[in-house]
Nanobody
Framework: QVQLVESGGGSVQAGGSLRLSCAAS????????MSWYRQAPGNQRELVAT???????TYADSVKGRFTISRDYDKNAEYLQMNSLKPEDTAVYYC???????????????WGQGTLVTVSS
């Protein structure tokens, strides 16, 4: 099994910055795409940013120019640098990876447990 653990959430005032980290562990065979999602109270989970195994990144329009996704391929980790945070960025942020268990080429989606980001005005 592959597990994901996020860290770096917390509370910040509007205009501030936070950096989220996500580390994969377990019996990792290969990781393809990694992403960050978020879910605000009463809302559906939404895609924030994605990075492929070739380093191609995409972002939701709401975070373009403010958030940066990156990846450490050696550490099987991904990061989300969040700048110029707004109250509407308040949500639980989830790490996601499309990964295969070692010894197989069967890829499946894996989720972290989530980390809360609160932005106050």
């Amino acid at each position: 099994q592959v597990q994901l653990v996020e860290s770096g959430g917390g509370s910040v005032q509007a205009g501030g910055s936070l950096r989220l980290s996500c580390a994969a562990s377990g019996s990792i065979g290969s990781i393809s795409t990694m992403s960050w999602y978020r879910q605000a109270p009463g809302n559906q989970r939404e895609l924030v940013a994605t990075i492929t195994n070739n380093g191609i990144t995409t972002y939701a329009d709401s975070v373009k120019g403010r958030f940066t996704i990156s990846r450490d391929y050696d550490k099987n980790a991904e990061y989300l640098q969040m700048n110029s945070l707004k109250p509407e960025d308040t949500a639980v942020y989830y790490c996601y990876a499309y990964a295969a268990v070692a010894g197989t080429w069967r890829f499946s989606g894996v989720w972290g447990q989530g980390t809360l980001v609160t932005v106050s005005s």
